[in-house]
């Protein structure tokens, strides 16, 4: 399915849009019935646990997911979103359609039935949201494995480095020291994700990058 856009505008804030995929997660006929359970949306992207109930009383059967004590099954979707010249848009997806989008948190995962097929793109997609939900929040001075080597701009590659930061005006910014060269990187929070830590250096400032720029000056 493509991307679907409001073009009345009604939709113009996170409390319209949270509206607007209860909605679109709401459904019943003589025979079936599908609710939202939760949402959670993290940058752009909505994801969302839905309940399937069979209001008919004939035993509920599904080819992707196992059914649960109570008659149900609950799975996940996806919904991208974007604005269009002051219109919402949005795509959605199943969990079992393979999206590429994989940051639901485990509040939402935690929620969906059991996969039948543990080679299917829905436990997959499952999996690279727990992947993406255990990297940890590392702290100043931290050593860390990251899973692989990261490729660099200038065509060389690290996998130990150090946590630390440099400030742009006001803002912090984390950055990584490579423990190689001594020189710094910013590195994507996809590009830790398997990442290990060896040891942790609790420290007041950023000891680290001291130790960098006193290097550079001597």
């Not at 299917?120 to 929040?137: E, T, V």
């Not at 190689?180 to 590195?187: A, I, N, S």
Request: proline share 3%.
């Amino acid at each position: 399915m493509g991307w679907l856009f409001y073009t009345d505008r009604r939709v113009q804030s996170y409390a319209d849009e949270k509206a607007e995929i209860r909605r679109l997660c709401t459904f019943e006929n003589e025979t079936r019935r599908t609710t939202l359970v939760k949402t959670s949306k993290v940058g752009s992207t909505w994801y969302a646990a839905a309940k399937v109930e069979i209001l008919d009383g004939t035993p509920l059967e599904d080819r992707t997911y196992m059914i649960d004590d109570d008659g149900s099954f609950t799975f996940g979707a996806v919904f991208l979103t974007r604005y269009d010249d002051g219109c919402w848009g949005y795509k959605d997806m199943e969990e079992s359609a393979g999206p590429c989008e994989s940051r639901a948190p485990l509040s939402i995962l935690n929620l969906l039935s059991e996969l039948k097929d543990p080679d299917s793109y829905a436990h997959a997609w499952r999996q690279r949201c727990r992947d993406w939900a255990a990297i940890p929040d590392y702290a100043e001075g931290d050593k860390i494995k990251l899973a692989s080597p990261v490729t660099l701009s200038d065509g060389s590659t690290c996998q130990m480095v150090t946590a630390t930061h440099y400030r742009r005006g006001s803002q912090k910014r984390r950055c990584y020291r490579i423990a190689e060269t001594g020189g710094l990187v910013r590195l994507s929070k996809a590009s830790l994700v398997g990442s290990t830590l060896i040891s942790r250096e609790i420290a007041e400032g950023s000891a680290v990058l001291a130790e960098f720029f006193a290097a550079r000056s001597s």
